[in-house]
C-alpha cells in the first residue's frame, strides 16, 4: 500500500511564494498521476493541479499562471510552486492519486467529495497571511 506525504506548508505574506511537497512513496510517478487538492476552512474541497504520469499539468482557473506542479522522479516528490500568493490561497493542501496515468478534468469542478481518488496526504497548511 503506498503513502503520500506532504510537506513545506507555512506562513507568508500576500504576494510571497512557498513550494510544498508530496513524496508517493509506493506509486511509481510513471504510472500515476498525481493531483494537488485544498480545502479552506467552511469550503468545500477543490483541485488545483494534476500531473499526468507523462508530465501533462493542468491547473484551477484560479491558480493559473501562478501555481506550476512539477515532478522529481528521482526523489518520487511531487511539488507545487506557489507564486503570487493570495489571502484566499489560505487552506489544507492535500496530494491525492488514483489508479490512472491521466489528470481528469473533473478534479477541477465544483462539488467536493473525494474525485474519485483513491489515496490522500494528510495535508500541509497554507497560511496567507499579513
Known amino acids: 500500500q503506498g503513502q503520500l506525504v506532504e510537506s513545506g506548508g507555512g506562513l507568508v505574506q500576500p504576494g510571497g511564494s512557498l513550494r510544498i511537497s508530496c513524496v508517493a512513496s509506493?506509486?511509481?510517478?510513471?504510472?500515476?498521476?498525481i493531483a494537488w487538492f485544498r480545502q479552506a476552512p467552511g469550503k468545500e474541497r477543490e483541485g488545483v493541479a494534476c500531473?499526468?504520469?507523462?508530465?501533462?499539468?493542468d491547473y484551477a482557473d484560479s491558480v493559473k499562471g501562478r501555481f506550476t506542479v512539477s515532478k522529481d522522479r528521482t526523489k518520487n516528490t511531487v511539488y507545487l510552486q506557489m507564486n503570487s500568493l493570495k489571502t484566499e490561497d489560505t487552506a489544507l493542501y492535500s496530494c491525492?492519486?488514483?489508479?490512472?496515468?491521466?489528470?481528469?478534468?473533473?478534479?477541477?469542478?465544483?462539488?467536493?467529495?473525494?474525485?474519485?481518488?483513491?489515496?490522500w496526504g494528510k495535508g500541509t497548511l497554507v497560511t496567507v497571511s499579513s
Open positions: 509506493g506509486f511509481s510517478l510513471d504510472l500515476y498521476a
Open positions: 500531473i499526468s504520469s507523462e508530465d501533462h499539468a
Open positions: 491525492a492519486t488514483r489508479d490512472s496515468r491521466y489528470c481528469a478534468p473533473s478534479y477541477f469542478h465544483s462539488g467536493g467529495g473525494n474525485f474519485g481518488m483513491e489515496h
